[in-house]
């Protein structure tokens, strides 16, 4: 069982004020893996002071500097790619295979990304006399999610750095071992001392202590919408900036001109992916009522394919990531089936052959309505919802009728029906016929799936400050 007990402070490793631990499970044996120090709001000061003093530096290098060190990153992550894959297997669950395909190559793309990225950014323009800058904000605090932890450490330091911000890092206590790796990183790719900080520790002390601080000028976070609606409250006094990327409840409407066999199918997978523990997982399957008989049979076909199992193994999916977790997703289950809810596939319990860990059936149901609590909040595990429609417009009105707009997919074969379709939906990504992510298109929600965008040249926009300056080319106002 390994230590990380030490926090990252001013290019040190650190001893905590207090000797508190929290243990780091492993959702896949249920056994302690790693134990970390719960850190304090003193930590919090130590951090945010060594980040204030190196504000003062960092924040005047070049686009030169910034661009070397964030390749410097770049050739360090990639070295470490096989310690960050183990790592996030033990630390969330997630199979090895997946892991290695698209969990840590996340991080390496958002890295790429973000140097692309830098390389044509403006931070300034010229507006008649007047010049219009950008400039690096402040100190950042960053506070990451354990669904997919290195990529959203990656999507809010990166830019952190390349808009010339210094930080303070709180990853989730449920997966901190990728922290600790990519910590690591920073500290051999020569990340300035003060740069970047790393402390762990729970939301309601941490994650709290870091949205109130004063000397604390944004807040990125990424979880759920409840966490994300305290973070806001803790940090109102202060009038920092906030940035959220929250919850969602996709939908996913399969038009009648759509290929069903192969449009549920890839529905059915993309709900499934890492346990179902991912925010834009498209859980509302929208299909014509007249085809809904045959696109239940797709997916309990394409759903019962799914191996669960040992994620060190060749499962498809793994455990999810606590037991926490496991229960409420259970509670959500019977709850659906209790409210009328037809089910298809898979239900409470462990699966067939799994006697500990973590693990969820991959489930489906069918004969949802949207009022049903399984068509409205959002589940965060394996488990589908399939409703049906009469004609588009009911589509459109289904689809809205939720408090979250993260994201929504469409699929067709008219080009124009689709993309007429995309402009009603309220959410903030719209993927038509499968289309895969961008790492330079901007990702974020509508209401309560968050505020702020992430990615490419919008999410640099977050960690910088607009600065007009009159006057600047008075010959211009003499001509």
Same mark, same amino acid.
């Given at each position: 069982?390994?230590?990380?007990?030490?926090?990252?402070?001013?290019?040190?490793?650190?001893?905590?004020?207090?000797?508190?631990?929290?243990?780091?499970?492993?959702?896949?044996?249920?056994?302690?893996?790693?134990?970390?120090?719960?850190?304090?709001?003193?930590?919090?000061?130590?951090?945010?002071?060594?980040?204030?003093?190196?504000?003062?530096?960092?924040?005047?290098?070049?686009?030169?500097?910034?661009?070397?060190?964030?390749?410097?990153?770049?050739?360090?992550?990639?070295?470490?790619?096989?310690?960050?894959?183990?790592?996030?297997?033990?630390?969330? +669950? !997630?199979?090895?295979?997946?892991?290695?395909?698209?969990?840590?190559? @996340?991080? =390496?793309?958002?890295?790429? &990304? *973000?140097? #692309?990225?830098?390389?044509?950014?403006?931070?300034?323009?010229?507006?008649?006399?007047?010049?219009?800058?950008?400039?690096?904000?402040?100190?950042?605090?960053?506070?990451?999610?354990?669904?997919?932890?290195?990529?959203?450490?990656?999507?809010?330091?990166?830019?952190?750095?390349?808009?010339?911000?210094?930080?303070?890092?709180?990853?989730?206590?449920?997966?901190?071992?990728?922290?600790?790796?990519?910590?690591?990183?920073?500290?051999?790719?020569?990340?300035?001392?003060?740069?970047?900080?790393?402390?762990?520790?729970?939301?309601?002390?941490? +994650? !709290?202590?870091?949205?109130?601080?004063?000397?604390?000028?944004?807040? @990125?976070? =990424?979880?759920?919408?409840? &966490? *994300?609606? #305290?973070?806001?409250?803790?940090?109102?006094?202060?009038?920092?900036?906030?940035?959220?990327?929250?919850?969602?409840?996709?939908?996913?409407?399969?038009?009648?001109?759509?290929?069903?066999?192969?449009?549920?199918?890839?529905?059915?997978?993309?709900?499934?992916?890492?346990?179902?523990?991912?925010?834009?997982?498209?859980?509302?399957?929208?299909?014509?009522?007249?085809?809904?008989?045959?696109?239940?049979?797709?997916?309990?076909?394409?759903?019962?394919?799914?191996?669960?199992?040992?994620?060190?193994?060749?499962?498809?999916?793994?455990?999810?990531?606590?037991?926490?977790?496991?229960?409420?997703?259970?509670?959500?289950?019977?709850?659906?089936?209790?409210?009328? &809810?037809?089910?298809?596939?898979?239900?409470?319990?462990?699966?067939?052959?799994?006697?500990?860990?973590?693990?969820?059936?991959?489930?489906?149901?069918?004969?949802?309505?949207?009022?049903?609590?399984?068509?409205?909040?959002?589940?965060?595990?394996?488990?589908?919802?399939?409703?049906?429609?009469?004609?588009?417009?009911?589509?459109?009105?289904?689809?809205?009728?939720?408090?979250?707009?993260?994201?929504?997919?469409?699929?067709?074969?008219?080009?124009?029906?689709?993309?007429?379709?995309?402009?009603?939906?309220?959410?903030?990504?719209?993927?038509?016929?499968?289309?895969?992510?961008?790492?330079?298109?901007?990702?974020?929600?509508?209401?309560?799936?968050?505020?702020?965008?992430?990615?490419?040249?919008?999410?640099?926009?977050?960690?910088?400050?607009?600065?007009?300056?009159?006057?600047?080319?008075?010959?211009?106002?003499?001509?």
């Amino acid at each position: 069982m390994s230590d990380h007990s030490k926090f990252y402070i001013a290019g040190k490793w650190v001893d905590p004020e207090k000797a508190e631990q929290i243990e780091v499970i492993n959702p896949a044996t249920e056994e302690v893996c790693s134990r970390i120090s719960a850190g304090s709001g003193n930590d919090v000061n130590r951090a945010v002071a060594a980040a204030k003093t190196a504000f003062a530096t960092y924040s005047q290098t070049s686009r030169a500097e910034r661009l070397d060190l964030l390749q410097c990153i770049l050739a360090e992550y990639l070295k470490r790619f096989d310690d960050m894959a183990k790592a996030v297997t033990m630390e969330m +669950g !997630a199979p090895v295979s997946f892991a290695r395909r698209a969990q840590v190559p @996340s991080g =390496t793309i958002h890295i790429k &990304a *973000g140097i #692309e990225t830098l390389k044509a950014f403006k931070f300034e323009e010229d507006r008649g006399s007047t010049r219009v800058a950008k400039e690096p904000i402040g100190v950042c605090g960053l506070i990451t999610p354990w669904n997919w932890p290195i990529c959203q450490i990656v999507l809010k330091v990166v830019p952190a750095l390349a808009s010339g911000c210094t930080m303070v890092l709180k990853p989730s206590e449920e997966s901190p071992l990728s922290a600790y790796i990519w910590t690591e990183i920073m500290h051999t790719a020569g990340v300035p001392p003060g740069v970047f900080n790393m402390i762990n520790g729970t939301g309601p002390v941490v +994650g !709290a202590a870091i949205a109130s601080h004063p000397g604390i000028d944004m807040v @990125s976070f =990424t979880g759920s919408t409840r &966490a *994300g609606v #305290e973070v806001a409250r803790n940090a109102a006094a202060t009038v920092k900036r906030v940035t959220q990327e929250l919850g969602g409840k996709s939908p996913n409407i399969i038009l009648e001109g759509a290929d069903l066999e192969s449009a549920v199918r890839a529905g059915v997978r993309s709900v499934m992916l890492n346990s179902g523990q991912s925010c834009d997982a498209p859980t509302r399957m929208l299909v014509p009522a007249k085809k809904i008989a045959e696109a239940i049979k797709i997916a309990k076909d394409a759903a019962e394919a799914i191996a669960v199992g040992d994620p060190n193994g060749n499962a498809t999916i793994g455990p999810v990531v606590n037991k926490t977790q496991w229960e409420r997703i259970q509670h959500l289950i019977a709850t659906g089936i209790r409210e009328g &809810a037809a089910l298809v596939t898979g239900g409470i319990g462990l699966p067939i052959g799994l006697t500990r860990g973590f693990y969820v059936k991959p489930t489906v149901f069918a004969n949802v309505t949207n009022d049903m609590t399984i068509a409205r909040e959002e589940v965060f595990g394996p488990v589908l919802s399939i409703l049906s429609y009469e004609n588009v417009e009911e589509a459109v009105e289904i689809a809205n009728d939720t408090e979250y707009g993260l994201a929504a997919c469409i699929s067709g074969s008219d080009l124009h029906e689709i993309r007429t379709l995309a402009k009603k939906l309220r959410a903030g990504q719209i993927s038509i016929n499968g289309s895969g992510g961008d790492p330079f298109a901007p990702f974020g929600g509508y209401k309560l799936s968050g505020n702020g965008r992430e990615v490419g040249d919008y999410g640099f926009h977050e960690y910088l400050e607009t600065k007009t300056i009159l006057g600047y080319t008075p010959e211009q106002v003499a001509r």
